[in-house]
């Protein structure tokens, strides 16, 4: 049973009259990579705030090993946090910006420049170490902004957006460090972002927020294939969704009525004349003729493609509704996708499913 | 010549005479000023530095030149510490009638120096200080401290927001954080308001004439000379006068485009 390390309990923040946390739990073990997820606006950089101590919650409890530290002071927490912005010290060099923490510890001089260099190392940025950290890349100044939050041997890393500022390529190579530096260190990190792709490469568990409540947490596939609201499937994935309601209920598989007909999903926990959304992921989504089974199947016509490198997105459109298909590019020929022309795509009942309306 | 050029040419002359315009008494101030003759006329007499030598002699000149000193020193290094508290203040927090504090704290330099002069000479008598260098310093200490505010505003407002919170962060208490972090960041802006307000507190006289009694600063004292006779030495302390005030702000701008802000986060 792993060690209940970090405990959010009802945790709250209100800012005048908005609510920016809304009674959200959440427990995070020691060790554990937790990507929170959201739209901006809810509440995930609140929410990492008041764990580093940088608002107060209004109510409900932050506690780091048991020990309720809501009121703690930011810097009588060892909490350190990789900023959006990164928030390196311009006036510093680089060894100096490393050395921070340390010298707020009252580490003597020469340990902490043996450690902050051990760290420069570490993250192979050693030979910048007495450089201006104005003139370092953007891949560069990430490396110093870790450097600087580990260099006092935390037992959690807070990160807040810190790839969102770097391109594309080097984003890529940095979740990769991340993801070694997590392995290596075996410490708690607590990562804030709103990119999905983000959080599903890196984290363990993944953590979707809304309006300050927590819409659904596991681990990232479980998240991905089975959305639990009807927000998580707007938000991840590219998921098709249709409004419906259900007619029949046979041997774990629902028959329902949508605006493209009737179709069928997985059965769970419906019954019949229950208000649904039906959701079909777009990845499962295939041409007819080519899967092989097919038991939805919705004539529609081509409105575009969209590339993005190996992966292709195709928009149809079906009775004034949006279809989206999305596949590898290698396993669509070309000839059949053409504006304007119809389509037939198919799925199985097995990939689609059933959300319940809130009503 | 094309149109494009004639254009290029008429502006560098409006240019030229505009810097004429406004250079031309200083320097003519300047050349007079080592110009032998009583009355300066052209073609200029001999060189000489006999007005400098005379204002040297000026037994009323050198108190007042170390009241200008004391007073300069004394308000530059007040104005800017409570500048640098009002401008912290502002960056920092959030509170209920802000704006009106910040209008309040920027407001001196818009009203009339003559009210101004005024109030203050009413006000200092009234406590008893008319007349002493504390009265001098406290009405320039209400002069200069917009201008050391607006300096280190400015560059608190070029600071990313989370500088502070990430010191915090690692750990630094927030006296630290102001050691460690905000004063270095804002140095360039202490060092120039420093500057700034000094040289403005060299140059007030309409204030200081009010409530200064006999304790003249300089200016003070050369608008009672020039009052009395139209002397040449006048040109020899506008020339010292200008010289200094003029490197106290060239030392300000220096230090202000040397330390150009840290490149905004993107």
């Known amino acids: 049973m792993p060690e209940q390390f970090l405990t959010l309990r009802q945790l709250e923040k209100r800012f005048g009259e908005a609510t920016a946390v809304d009674r959200i739990d959440l427990t995070v073990d020691k060790g554990e990579f937790v990507a929170i997820m959201g739209p901006s606006g809810c509440g995930k950089t609140t929410t990492l705030r008041m764990i580093a101590g940088l608002e107060t919650p209004t109510s409900g409890e932050v506690r780091l090993r048991g020990r309720l530290i809501n009121e703690v002071k930011p810097w009588l927490r060892d909490t350190p946090m990789v900023w959006q912005s990164l928030a390196l010290f311009p006036f510093m060099s680089v060894l100096k910006n490393v050395e921070f923490g340390l010298k707020m510890r009252g580490v003597s001089a020469a340990e902490r420049r043996r450690r902050a260099m051990q760290w420069l190392e570490r993250m192979d940025i050693a030979a910048l170490a007495n450089r201006d950290v104005s003139r370092l890349s953007g891949g560069q100044r990430q490396r110093v902004a870790l450097a600087r939050a580990l260099v006092t041997e935390p037992e959690i890393l807070l990160l807040d957006e810190p790839l969102s500022a770097l391109d594309a390529h080097l984003v890529v190579r940095m979740q990769a460090e991340l993801i070694r530096l997590h392995r290596e260190l075996g410490i708690t990190f607590f ?13 363990s568990r993944v953590v979707i927020m809304n309006q300050g409540r927590i819409e659904q947490t596991g681990p990232a596939r479980q998240v991905y294939r089975t959305p639990a609201t009807r927000f998580v499937a707007e938000f991840v994935g590219t998921n098709n969704i249709l409004r419906g309601s259900v007619v029949s209920v046979e041997s774990g598989c629902a028959r329902v009525s ?10 769970l926990n419906v019954h019949p004349g229950e208000a649904v959304d039906y959701v079909v992921g777009a990845d499962t989504v295939s041409l007819a003729g080519v899967g092989a089974s097919a038991e939805n199947s919705v004539r ?30 290698h396993e669509l020929s070309a000839a059949a996708l053409e504006p304007g022309r119809p389509l037939e795509l198919c799925w199985s009942a097995q990939s689609a499913f059933l959300l319940r309306t809130k009503s | ?56 002699q000026d037994p009323m000149l050198p108190p007042a030149f170390r009241n200008t000193i004391i ?20 960056y920092r927090y959030r509170f209920a009638g802000k704006q009106v504090y910040l209008a309040l704290a920027l407001l001196p330099p818009t009203i009339p120096v003559v009210i101004l002069g005024l109030a203050m000479l009413i006000f200092l008598t009234k406590i008893g200080l008319f007349g002493t260098l504390k009265a001098i310093i406290i009405s320039h200490i209400v ?39 905000i004063l270095p960041f804002t140095l360039p802006a202490i060092l120039a308001a420093l500057f700034i307000t000094m040289a403005v507190s060299f140059d007030e ?19 009672a000379m020039f009052q009395g006779q139209v002397s040449p030495r006048i040109n020899a302390i506008g020339s010292i006068v200008f010289t200094i005030t003029m490197t106290l702000v060239i030392l ?9 802000p840290a490149r905004a986060p993107d």
């Open chain 1, 191 to 203: 990562y804030v972002t709103h990119s999905q792709s983000e959080a599903f490469a890196m984290a």
């Open chain 2, 205 to 223: 006289y309409a204030i200081a004439w009010f409530v200064s009694g006999f304790q003249e600063t300089l200016p003070v004292r050369i608008l």
């Open chain 2, 1 to 56: 010549m094309s149109l494009r050029r004639i254009g290029t040419v008429l502006l560098w002359c409006y240019v030229v005479t505009v810097f004429a315009f406004i250079m031309a008494p200083i320097a003519t101030s300047f050349i007079v000023s080592f110009n032998f003759d009583r009355f300066p006329t052209l073609p200029l007499g001999a060189f000489s530095l006999r007005w400098y030598q005379d204002i040297a």
């Open chain 2, 252 to 260: 300000a701008q220096a230090i202000l485009l040397l330390r150009r």
């Open chain 2, 143 to 181: 002069v200069c401290l917009p201008f050391a505010m607006a300096l280190i505003r400015l560059r608190l407002s070029q600071m990313d927001q989370s500088l502070e919170a990430a010191a915090w962060n690692l750990g630094a208490t927030e006296w630290r954080a102001m050691r460690d972090v």
């Open chain 1, 258 to 267: 949508t605006p493209l007909g009737l179709l069928t999903a997985v059965a």
């Open chain 1, 300 to 329: 529609c016509m081509m409105v575009s493609e969209q590339f993005f490198g190996s992966v292709v997105t195709v928009y149809a459109e079906a009775e004034g509704i949006e279809l989206r298909m999305q596949k590898r590019q």
């Open chain 2, 71 to 90: 007073v300069g020193f004394t308000v530059s290094v007040i104005a800017t510490t409570l500048g640098f508290a009002a401008a912290y203040t502002d």
